[in-house]
Structure formats: structure tokens, C-alpha cells
């Protein structure tokens, strides 16, 4: 996440599924959340606030990092998404034929 006006960062965590946002101080519109940041280049635990314009946005946020707080334990857990278009096998077929030596 980058400030809006400075594009400096200021967080760099990834979507922990233990992670919890909680509303700020009952807003309906804003939340908060403690988790390790890396934003200025060493792990450090922080507390985070973001605030929006209204409700709907709020909440639109929550779902979507739900979602991806979701898909980040099916990671954890080992439950890789399917290679439905053939990627991963492709980009395997043709690692298979790189060497590491000059040795045939």
C-alpha cells in the first residue's frame, strides 16, 4: 500500500489469515488491524488504520481481503489453485531442458 499524495510505502504485509480487521472505534467506514510490516525494509509489528469514504467502499474492501485472506490459507494449507491453462506445465517442460554446467 502506497501513501496517496507521497507514493511512499507504508505497508508491506502479506494477507495473514489470522489476521482481523476490526472496526475503528465503531465507524462503519473504517478499520484496523495489527500484523509484521516490512514497509520500511525490517519486520516490525505495526497497527494499521485506513479510513474511506463512505460504508459501501468499506465494506467492499473487507469482502476482498477476506477473499484473498481466504485464498493465501488454501496456500498455506498446500491447495495450489489447478492449472486449468497449461502453465505451470509448460513453464516446467521447458526448465527441464536448461543445465547448470557445460557437462553433456
Not at 507521497?6 to 480487521?21: E, F, G, Q, S, Y
Request: hydrophobic residues 35%; proline residues 3%; charged residues 35%.
Amino acid at each position: 500500500m502506497r501513501q496517496e499524495k507521497t507514493m511512499k510505502v507504508i505497508a508491506n504485509h502479506a494477507l495473514d489469515p489470522r489476521i482481523v480487521l476490526e472496526p475503528n472505534a465503531g465507524s462503519d467506514r473504517s478499520w484496523v488491524w495489527s500484523c509484521f510490516d516490512f514497509a520500511d525494509g525490517e519486520l516490525e509489528e505495526k497497527v494499521f488504520a485506513l479510513r474511506f469514504a463512505n460504508s459501501e467502499v468499506a465494506g467492499e474492501f473487507k469482502e476482498k481481503y477476506e477473499k484473498h485472506q481466504k485464498e493465501m490459507q488454501a496456500l498455506l494449507d498446500g491447495e495450489d489453485k489447478p492449472d486449468e491453462s497449461g502453465e505451470a506445465d509448460a513453464a516446467a517442460e521447458a526448465l527441464s531442458g536448461l543445465k547448470t554446467s557445460d557437462d553433456e
